[in-house]
């Protein structure tokens, strides 16, 4: 089903009253039918030496037909209590699946409440394709890093990117640690021993960018809505790999358009991280990223990227992840020709010369499940606007990544929807080009070469 701008899809409309499936084509175990969610409140009490989570969910949601019974995702949690409504309700856990079936059936279009009581030790989900994903113990503290799988490793939800909700996230840790969750701070109140931190997330957020991270952190105002929490160790040499960051956000502003959230927020973590992380208004990066030369300043502007492209602007499904990818690595290109370095045409030439090399068997619109996060969706996903770029001019190209981050604020998208907007914009059709770059394996030459 299409959706107009601002809206969403739904996750899948159920065939049948109680379907306890999304029908993702990539992930159809993850996610659920039969209702979407409004809101998630979870109270979370955390302490870090056990790796001890406790927490209770109520989950604000309208069944999309009559519910006899529904599933959330919740992985490796004991349950307490579950509630519908106020009314205790029968439940059972299998496969990551928490399967509820209540004392009364929901009709369709009704609101209802489910409320969890849940409490374990919160350790990351095992993926085939991705290794370990989800709640994660550090060294002194813990991160989590959720997509695209692991939002349930800690708390129950609708694990599917296109089921965008609001939140309130309040979580008690031991007071000498920094609790960053993804949202706006609403309060900080130490008890004792330990400190209650309480976020609110007001935009539209899928379950994989909700974030949680702890640590003993110092934190940096940068200005202008953005700040940092770090080691403190770290503090001289983030300063300076991360003092271009204001002027990356004005850059990706004019070309993007507003900044899509209340705050941005970046936590660098004590320990080393493979890659940075995108959260809703946040990224995190390992002590590895942070080496005072700035080693790492490309990564920087692709996190920031993805706050307009993943995060307000949320894929329907992972079949369209170029949209996420691509766009947040055609942003390191557009800031390399701002900041003095290597052109975008340069770059393109380059990455076109080298993805020609490659094995040609990669549709862009379809990678398949394993090639979600394979390095030619990101590279080609930018050859891609890039060759749009060409193919459209400056003012035209330009004017459409501002017409799409706006016609679509806080909302899902597919290929489909870009590809359409593109059309409008360069005033006549595009279907051979995108047919090319998007639906045939084969690298097609950039155009004007």
Not at 432 to 442: E, N, S, T
Request: proline share 7%; net charge neutral.
């Amino acid at each position: 089903m299409a959706s107009g701008p601002g809206g969403q899809r739904p996750v899948s409309e159920a065939p049948a009253p109680g379907a306890e499936t999304s029908g993702d084509p990539y992930l159809p175990e993850h996610g659920n039918g039969g209702y979407r969610v409004r809101h998630y409140d979870l109270d979370l009490d955390y302490r870090p030496a056990p790796n001890r989570l406790s927490g209770r969910a109520r989950i604000t949601a309208v069944a999309t037909h009559g519910l006899s019974r529904f599933s959330l995702d919740l992985a490796g949690f004991q349950i307490g209590r579950v509630l519908v409504d106020g009314r205790p309700a029968r439940y059972t856990v299998r496969q990551h699946k928490l399967h509820v079936r209540p004392a009364r059936p929901v009709r369709a279009g009704a609101e209802f409440v489910t409320e969890i009581r849940y409490s374990g030790n919160p350790r990351p989900v095992t993926s085939a394709h991705w290794g370990d994903i989800g709640w994660d113990e550090l060294t002194d503290g813990a991160l989590v890093a959720s997509q695209p799988i692991g939002a349930p490793t800690w708390f129950p939800c609708n694990d599917h990117p296109a089921d965008k909700a609001t939140y309130r996230v309040r979580l008690t840790a031991p007071s000498p640690y920094s609790v960053q969750i993804t949202g706006n701070r609403v309060s900080r109140r130490r008890a004792a021993s330990t400190t209650t931190w309480t976020y609110e997330r007001p935009e539209p957020t899928a379950c994989y960018l909700m974030s949680v991270q702890i640590g003993r952190y110092t934190e940096i105002d940068l200005g202008g809505g953005q700040r940092a929490a770090v080691p403190h160790r770290l503090r001289a040499e983030f300063l300076n790999d991360f003092a271009a960051q204001p002027r990356m956000m004005d850059l990706l502003q004019r070309r993007f358009g507003p900044y899509p959230f209340g705050e941005y927020v970046v936590v660098v973590t004590d320990d080393d991280l493979d890659d940075p992380i995108e959260a809703q208004g946040m990224a995190v990066f390992g002590a590895n990223h942070v080496d005072g030369a700035r080693t790492h300043e490309r990564l920087i502007v692709h996190e920031l990227a993805h706050q307009w492209f993943g995060n307000s602007l949320t894929v329907a499904d992972w079949r369209h992840i170029w949209l996420n990818e691509g766009f947040a690595t055609y942003a390191e290109w557009l800031w390399s020709e701002e900041s003095g370095g290597r052109a975008a045409d340069g770059h393109a030439r380059d990455w076109h010369t080298e993805l020609s090399a490659r094995p040609q068997d990669l549709r862009l619109d379809d990678p398949g499940v394993a090639r979600m996060f394979d390095e030619r969706v990101y590279r080609r996903g930018a050859l891609t606007l890039h060759a749009l770029r060409r193919e459209l001019g400056d003012d035209v190209f330009f004017g459409l990544l501002l017409a799409w981050t706006d016609t679509y604020r806080h909302a899902t998208v597919t290929t489909a929807d870009f590809t359409t907007l593109a059309a409008r914009h360069a005033g006549r059709p595009l279907d051979d080009f995108f047919a090319g770059w998007l639906g045939r394996p084969r690298l097609p030459p950039l155009p004007g070469t």
